[in-house]
């Protein structure tokens, strides 16, 4: 038995996996899109897994006691035959997919569809190069090669089985449909209302990262404070952002009753893009509870902006007060 044969359903599916993930990023939502997506994250996770669990193809299924050895090199009871093989993979998928969504979580990525099929895609490629290695340090006798005449053996292998059997395998296959479309749909054709715009406001640390953490909570009049607005444009078309900076002074009951503009911004971000706005703060008006806001308008912002005109603003509180005598830390804005 040649290597090529060994690995050639690894070979096969990790081509697959690339072209969904290039699919997922590239086409249109209601394409070939919708199959390779489903595919990707219903099915070849599972199939990546099942390979690296089970490199061998004995017609014996490992019991309780024996799945550690399906971990510890002792390929005996570690093999699973095609069609078995098929339908864990499924099972496994399925059972993975929170897994993903946890990983996205954790790195601060949206559960978006690139961000899904990059993690699936990833995960995929290395389950299967680890399973393919697995694969060629079990016997040659019993490592698991595609098998031939597959249909043929199915049917002998379902000759005998109770009509409850067939009924339970229709079921099994109607749901595991229904769980590939549920997701499929998800991945190819996002909603109308998935489309939005995201702005933060973060400060920049000593090492270059950027956190939502350590703002300026008092300044004095001239001195100033760097802090950097993202904004994430997700409305899947280009939008022509216009950002105005304000300090605004604010009474109880939410009424501005000042505000002094201190900056103007624009910028054109491409869907799925970012910008990075990075504003020095120098505030010249005094008081205490002052609100910095950063007011987001597509297309120009107007001659007076506020919080209810804008499409997106993000706000900081802070005290601003008069610089004290001999100070030369605050430079005095004319």
């Not at 309780?64 to 050895?69: E, F, N, T």
């Not at 569809?113 to 299967?128: F, S």
């Not at 005290?319 to 030369?328: L, M, Q, R």
Request: proline share 5%; charged share 15%.
């Amino acid at each position: 038995m040649s290597d090529r044969a060994v690995y050639a359903d690894v070979a096969a599916s990790i081509a697959v996996v690339a072209v969904a993930v290039v699919a997922v990023l590239n086409l249109e939502p209601i394409t070939a899109r919708a199959a390779l997506a489903g595919a990707l994250v219903l099915f070849f996770p599972g199939y990546a897994l099942t390979t690296l669990v089970f490199p061998a193809t004995r017609e014996m299924r490992p019991g309780v006691g024996d799945l550690p050895s399906a971990f510890a090199g002792r390929t005996e009871h570690a093999g699973l035959p095609l069609l078995e093989r098929l339908a864990v993979s499924f099972g496994l998928s399925v059972a993975l997919v929170p897994l993903f969504a946890w990983t996205l979580q954790m790195i601060g990525a949206e559960f978006l569809a690139p961000n899904i099929a990059a993690v699936c895609g990833g995960a995929t490629v290395l389950g299967l190069l680890a399973g393919g290695t697995r694969r060629l340090t079990t016997s040659a006798d019993t490592r698991y090669v595609i098998p031939i005449g597959v249909l043929t053996e199915y049917r002998r292998a379902v000759r005998g089985r109770s009509e409850l059997d067939g009924v339970l395998n229709v079921a099994l296959a109607a749901a595991i449909v229904l769980s590939a479309g549920v997701v499929t749909f998800a991945l190819a054709s996002p909603a109308d209302g998935a489309a939005y715009t995201q702005a933060s406001l973060l400060t920049e640390t000593e090492n270059g990262t950027l956190v939502a953490a350590d703002y300026p909570q008092n300044l004095t009049v001239g001195e100033s404070s760097e802090l950097v607005l993202l904004v994430e444009n997700y409305e899947r078309e280009t939008v022509n952002y216009s950002v105005v900076a304000q300090l605004q002074r604010v009474e109880s009951d939410g009424t501005v009753v000042e505000a002094n503009e201190l900056d103007r911004f624009s910028q054109t971000v491409g869907p799925g893009g970012a910008w990075e706005l990075t504003h020095g703060v120098a505030p010249k008006m005094t008081g205490d509870n002052l609100r910095l806001t950063y007011l987001i308008y597509r297309g120009p912002a107007p001659e007076d902006p506020d919080i209810d005109s804008s499409y997106r603003h993000v706000t900081l509180w802070m005290n601003v007060s008069e610089p004290d005598a001999g100070d030369t830390r605050a430079a005095i804005a004319p």
